[in-house]
Nanobody
Framework: VQLQASGGGLVQAGGSLRLSCTASGRTFSTYDMGWFREAPGKGREFVAT???????YYAVSVKGRFTLSRDNAKNTVYLQMNSLKPGDTAVYYC?????????????WGQGTQVTVSS
């Protein structure tokens, strides 16, 4: 599976961005899809995931501001990010996982930069 992330950019605090992640292959609907982010000087942290069943889970820091959805017909997940804060500045990575019981993700995209100015 190859993942292509897009949609990053520069936005002012309080603004919105929508990230997209498109996967290759015919088995997209069987994967859990997740977003992670890595800020300068910090490790990679979990942002959100959408299971193959459609269930979503969010990090506490983004819950209520970010919405993750998937369109299996387009092999794409969307991360709608609202009320952005400077602390959301990071490189955002999408990832795919075959086994929901495994905390590790199997495939990773290349990352897209999100910068939120104050």
């Amino acid at each position: 599976v190859q993942l292509q992330a897009s949609g990053g950019g520069l936005v002012q605090a309080g603004g919105s961005l929508r990230l997209s992640c498109t996967a290759s292959g015919r088995t997209f609907s069987t994967y859990d899809m997740g977003w992670f982010r890595e800020a300068p000087g910090k490790g990679r942290e979990f942002v959100a995931t959408v299971h193959r069943t459609g269930g979503t889970y969010y990090a506490v820091s983004v819950k209520g501001r970010f919405t993750l959805s998937r369109d299996n017909a387009k092999n794409t997940v969307y991360l709608q990010m609202n009320s952005l804060k400077p602390g959301d500045t990071a490189v955002y990575y999408c990832a795919a996982r075959q086994n929901s019981a495994n905390p590790k993700y199997d495939f990773w995209g290349q990352g897209t930069q999100v910068t939120v100015s104050s």
